[in-house]
């Protein structure tokens, strides 16, 4: 069973930064690809940013280039979401969540290729 708990969000001003971070457990957290995704209400839950179980590569949502950062530090099991200039579309519940696949070269956009899933954590920009 592996357990990702999210931290890190909260109320900030547009133009403001949040830190996310996501903490995981249960398995070998290294062999897996992380990915971040966003559901605002009414929306369908996006892909925000994924990384390579190695850290090696990274992808974003165009939404987010340039604003967001993903890394991670596998000796910690974590997993953050640096962002940056925010704007109020960027309010949601933020999800992490962990590749099915061990090693996978390309993570995917699509939340049904990750099966572990954090329980969110809710990002609001005011204008």
């Known amino acids: 069973q592996v357990q990702l708990v999210e931290s890190g969000g909260g109320l900030v001003q547009a133009g403001g930064s949040l830190r996310l971070s996501c903490a995981a457990s249960?398995?070998?957290?290294?062999?897996?690809?992380m990915g971040w995704f966003r559901q605002a209400p009414g929306k369908e839950r996006d892909l925000v940013a994924t990384?390579?179980?190695?850290?090696?590569?990274?992808t974003y949502a165009d939404s987010v280039k340039d604003r967001f950062t993903i890394s991670r530090d596998n000796s910690k099991n974590t997993v953050y979401l640096q962002m940056n200039n925010l704007k109020p579309e960027d309010t949601a519940v933020y999800y992490c969540?962990?590749?099915?696949?061990?090693?996978?070269?390309?993570?995917?956009?699509?939340?049904?290729?990750?099966?572990?899933w954090g329980q969110g954590t809710q990002v609001t920009v005011s204008s």
């Open positions: 249960g398995r070998t957290f290294s062999n897996y690809g």
């Open positions: 969540a962990a590749d099915r696949r061990i090693r996978a070269p390309l993570l995917s956009n699509t939340p049904a290729q990750y099966n572990y």
């Open positions: 990384i390579k179980w190695d850290g090696g590569s990274t």
